[in-house]
Each structure stands twice: as structure tokens, then as C-alpha cells.
């Protein structure tokens, strides 16, 4: 389980996150929701260790990993896809895909299978250059290498961020199958209602830095919601 407590988060002197607690826990999705700068980001960032909070807790399968590196998160099972995917353009699709065996012991370097069952399209492009895939492509690249890493928390930042409709449907029945397992922790971040409203088991709501809303999905009022969304 996950639990993040009145996060503190400042950009030199820009408080951006102020008191920002949330939880997610194994085999659920929890939606983080929000206008672009209201500080999903920063807070995707400062669980994953790329950006240091000021003050709080992040709380991960019990133990407090607010002063770990990345990389020591990573090795403790957190994946992050970041926005924008961040692949590297001039590797090939199996490069991409190796570079995310770093965190993982010696004896598990290798890519699961189960990545081509999820994204069959990657198995066709595996001597392609990252930089030649569609956007869609490079997304469902992007989530197939942190999945090589055998996460427990996985964090997805707005992996719905211009892609065609078409493999929206394909990496939401992705975010869906992971989630069934029941193993692992989903915490993604979504600008669009309808996308969040399909997975989300909890939502948590932001405004200038701090949360608004917050609760089960079925209990999620969309005029509520969408006041926060719109521009």
C-alpha cells in the first residue's frame, strides 16, 4: 500500500504541493485529477524520488521511502511512466525495453513475455528506433519498459496525453488487466473525466497545489469533477 502524508513540496520559493496526503492500495486504481500546474506532476515526481518534498511521509509497503534515490525506489518495486514518455529516440524498441532492467536482480534480467501479450504491436517493432513509433507506439513503450521492472507500484502521468482514441481502448484494457491481478498498486494521473471515470476505484481532485475532492469512484459527481477540469 501506498500512503503519501502531508506532502510539502516547493520549487525554490513556490510552495507546490501543500499538505497533499493520498493512499492507494494493491489491485486498485486511484485517479489523481486536475488542470495542467495544479501539481500532479510534482507530486507523481516526489514519490517516485525526482523531486524532494520539504516535509511528510511517503509511506510504501510499510516503511517511509520519502529519503530513498530513485533508483533505491525502483529496486523496492516503483515504476514511474513519466509524461511525455521520455523514451530514447535513437535506441530500437528492445534497447528501450533492456534499459529497464537496471533495478532488477542479475538473475531476472530478462524481458517477461507477458509485455508482448500486453502489447503485441512491440514484438512487431523490436528492431525499430523508438523515435520512428507513433505516439501511441512510444506510450505503450513507455508502459512496457517500466512493467519490465516487475513493479508493485506503478505510476502512470497522463499516459492518455495525445494518443489517438483507438490506443487509448488498448492501453486502458492494459491499466484494467494489471489492476485484476490484485497485486499491484495503479496511482495515475488523467486531465480527462471520461478516461479516469472508467478506471478509477478512488479519485483525489486538485487545486493550486492542494486537494479538493477526494473518494470512491462511485461516488464521483461528474459536474463536481469537470469544475476542476475545465479551463
Keep these: 500500500m501506498l500512503a503519501a502524508e502531508n506532502i510539502q513540496l516547493y520549487y525554490g520559493p513556490s510552495h507546490i504541493l501543500r499538505d497533499v496526503s493520498i493512499t492507494a492500495e494493491p489491485g486498485g486504481i486511484t485517479c489523481v485529477l486536475g488542470r ?3 501539481g500532479k506532476t510534482s ?5 517516485m524520488g525526482l523531486q524532494p518534498i ?3 511521509r511517503i509511506m510504501w ?3 517511509d521511502i520519502a529519503g530513498l534515490k530513485p533508483y533505491e525506489r525502483a529496486r523496492r518495486g516503483v515504476a514511474l511512466v513519466p509524461q511525455g514518455r521520455e523514451i530514447f529516440p535513437r535506441l530500437t524498441v528492445h534497447e ?4 529497464g532492467l537496471a533495478p532488477v536482480p542479475r538473475d531476472q534480467r530478462s524481458i517477461p513475455d507477458e509485455i508482448f501479450t500486453l502489447f503485441p504491436v512491440l514484438k512487431e ?6 523515435g520512428d ?3 501511441g507506439q512510444q506510450q505503450q513503450l513507455a508502459i512496457a519498459r517500466a512493467l519490465v521492472t516487475r513493479p508493485r507500484l506503478l505510476i502512470l502521468d497522463e499516459p492518455t496525453e495525445g494518443i489517438q482514441p483507438s490506443i487509448i481502448k488498448d492501453i486502458e484494457r492494459v491499466i484494467r488487466a494489471l489492476a485484476r491481478r490484485g497485486t499491484m498498486t495503479i496511482l495515475l494521473v488523467e486531465q480527462y473525466f471520461e478516461f479516469a471515470q472508467a478506471l478509477a476505484d478512488r479519485y483525489v481532485v486538485m487545486e ?3 486537494i479538493v475532492l477526494s473518494g470512491l469512484s462511485r461516488d464521483m459527481m461528474e459536474d463536481d469533477v469537470r469544475r476542476y477540469l475545465t479551463v
Excluded at 528501450?96 to 534499459?99: D, E, K
Excluded at 517493432?125 to 523508438?130: A, D, H, S, T
Design 43 to 47: 507530486l507523481m515526481r516526489a514519490v
Design 96 to 99: 528501450n525495453l533492456l534499459t
Design 61 to 63: 509497503e510499510g516503511q
Design 133 to 135: 513509433l507513433s505516439g
Design 208 to 210: 493550486r497545489g492542494e
Design 54 to 56: 520539504r516535509s511528510g
Design 36 to 38: 495542467n500546474g495544479v
Design 125 to 130: 517493432m523490436l528492431g525499430r528506433r523508438g
